[in-house]
């Protein structure tokens, strides 16, 4: 069952839900980002966001804890019930595969207060490939704009409260979605010494763009501080990066990734193999940003795309 609202009493629609909740939604600012908003009239669809919806849920920097003595303190977040606004299906795919990991007490309290509400993405660009990542309906509401109503479909009970005073449409409405840029064959597991992947490492700069924009990469780092005196201190954690070789040193200042290439490989091979057989779905969600983000250019997906065509000439 889908409900439905005229497209001009979407504003109306939001406004009510800004008095109860923090609403988070799309903006064109110096650069497009999700941000709290007062107004709807301050949202933006016609591009995706640089910066992901991560940082809501995994901050650049938390108090994890602090200890005075031999008391120790555990810091939970303390956050309004929030709703996300205007997400896209790639984003919303980004949260399910960020539920598969980061099972720790803030990441979980900001997710359950939080209702997302996906909106159809009218505007893919060249980057985007989401058709190829075997994407889910994952959402507590979804918006599809179609002859002057949005069709909205209900994915939970807390999103089927927010529209009860909705009429019900008399026909469900779903759209597809329209990128054209795809990855053909994501079978690579059997690819990883192939020399083909040196040639996009041999442009990487390590400068760790991709991972700050991916918007499930969620590498962390953990520092304990103390005071001179010992009897004072905090835990915090931090984003890290894989693509840094900092990231893989250990005591003895050993780097287990201490090549661009091993880095670089890592990076792809997560996203579509490792996570795919460790939690039946792939970790990229083909929103393209980290093709978007990159200083020298490097389309990882141009270079699976090579991979699988000189399959298909292999076994003529």
Known sequence: ???????????????????????????????????????????????????????????????????????????????????????????????????????????????????????????????????????????????YPYNGHYYISIGSKKGEALVKHLPSAKKEITLKFKNTKKIKNK???????????????????????????????NCFDIKDKSLINKKQGRRTRSSASCQLKSFSRVAGGKAFRDSRLSRFKHFVYHKIVYFKNRHKIYMCVGCGRCLRACPTHIDWTKTINILSKTKKIQKK
């Open 1 to 143: 069952m889908q409900k439905i609202i005229k497209i001009n009493s979407l504003n109306e629609f939001l406004t009510n839900l800004i008095k109860d909740y923090t609403v988070i939604a799309p903006v064109k600012e110096r650069t497009t980002k999700f941000k709290a908003i007062l107004d709807p009239k301050q949202i933006y669809l016609d591009k995706i966001t640089k910066i992901p919806l991560k940082k809501f849920f995994l901050p650049e920097e938390e108090l994890l804890l602090a200890f005075k003595e031999n008391k120790i303190t555990e810091v939970r977040p303390k956050t309004k019930p929030t709703i996300i606004f205007g997400a896209r299906k790639c984003d919303l795919n980004a949260i399910n595969v960020l539920d598969k990991v980061m099972k720790d007490p803030n990441y979980m309290h900001r997710r359950k207060n939080t209702i997302l509400i996906g909106m159809y993405c009218t505007h893919p660009d060249k980057y985007c490939f989401c058709e190829s990542m075997e994407l889910i309906n994952f959402y507590d509401l979804f918006f």
């Open 187 to 217: 079978d690579i597991a059997a690819d990883y010494q192939n020399t083909i992947w040196e040639t996009d490492a041999n442009k990487c700069l390590s400068c760790s763009a991709c991972t700050v924009v991916c918007p499930t990469c």
